[in-house]
């Protein structure tokens, strides 16, 4: 392969931490100076291809704008998910005051991490049940590790891993081709010799002797095993539940399911005012269905984000026609054969053509031993994500303690899972890494998008900056004169400073956020105070 120097800037362009970028004969690149030296990385996020020039620079570590993905800009080395895939490293030398950077003639904007092959030698066996955020995660981190054993990945889906949060999203308003959804082509698996054992449904985990036992009456011994098996969703036992059209959406056949039905409806019923439900109902409407979402609460994710954010949600769905009966609740499902409407609690009717139910999930977990789990189903952990010997749990199914708060707690968000999943593979691979991962998560509905950082299962105020009527905000919940978690639309480089302030423990305390005066770009420390 050749390579072309290339002049970029002069020495004095950039201050210390400070990144921009440049397009080099045809190829973007991201040109940061850190420490008093250049490093060139590529310049867009292999997740979905943001400029990370609009994310932020903390050290070396630099963070996408839209979806938090953080790399060292220094190697291009993946540190957070939801990217996979590293940033590709580009030579820089500095000559007489000018900076040069060295790009090779196939330059490409991404690169697998650096990963080992089976030994056919090593005789360890590590199984993965789940193929989702948390189990691919898991596998390609053990390869990384540099775990040489066989390793398995177990699924009850009859499909390779895929982006499951663009179920509701993109893929359900017709925006995303079904290519586009697998997280890594079939080679990958082959390359790194993973295995995928699809549509295998386990029945049962014996701790005591590491034996999985499956449906068809086969077993297989581990040696270490993670749980990633996801979340399952709720049903609703109702009258005349059986009818056609009535969906949850969880998986992907679900949502083809889904698409197929909408292209013969004129009306569609959401049950549920949730993230999944509000998405879903998004998406229906843009496909141009009457929409109507019918959810016990007063307002859409009060309970998450508050009435102000929640309000706005209801206005804007209002404003693109969709419907809200709120306060009530499903008695009943009526039709022949098809739904045809639904009974409400307060006695009332809806004609529908379709129902989605997005009413929550819980852990699939039913194939495990009871004294591993909580109440609700969740797998209890230690720091490490070690449920008992030789034996994890990551993603949805985890019940950890959140080291911020002291309680224990799940958190059912992609990008969570795809942490817990690496942390939980660290540990399988013997590198003894504690779980202190700072949650995120996003939505986007109709043009708007929100990004949430922290965990805040109740607080004591909320702090507002900006104007939530205006989209352009950010909202601090705060409990016991602490800030546990912030929600924000339009401030994206914002929030991604704050999830580096929540990660480094350096946030402000909620009174002087409150007095307006706090710049989160300029709180994050230098590189030599950067833990």
Known sequence: MSYEEHAVANFDDLGDGE??????AGTKILLARVGGNYHAVSAACPHYGAPLAEGVLCGERVICPWHH????????????PPALDSLSRFDVKVRAGRVYVRIPSEAEDRRTPRMVNRDPDDKRMYVIIGAGAAGLMAAQTLREDGYRGRLIMVTREDRLPYD?????????QGHAEPEWMPLRADEFFTEHDIEVWRGKEVTRVTSASRTITFTDGASQRYDRLLIASGGAPRSLPLPSSELKNIFLLRSHDDTDAIIEAAGRSRRALVIGASFIGMEAASSLASRGLSVTVVAPDSVPFEKTLGPEVGALFRRLHESQGIEFRLGEYISQFQGSDQIEAVVLGSGGRVETDMVIAGVGVLPATGFLEGELLTADGGVIVDSRLRAAEALYAAGDVASFIDHRTGARTRIEHWRTAQQQGRVAAHNMAGRK????????????????????VGHAPRWDEIIYLGDVSSQEFLAFYVADDRVLAVAGMNRDRDMAAVEELMRLELMPEPAQIGNGSVNFLQLLPTLTNVR
């Open 19 to 24: 990144m921009k970028e440049v397009s080099v």
């Open 69 to 80: 993905a953080c790399f060292n800009v220094t190697t291009g080395d993946l540190e957070e």
């Open 164 to 172: 499951r949060p663009n179920l509701s999203k993109d893929y359900l």
């Open 433 to 452: 890494v504690e779980y202190a991962g700072v949650p995120f998560f996003w939505t986007r509905q109709f043009d708007a998008g929100l990004l949430y």
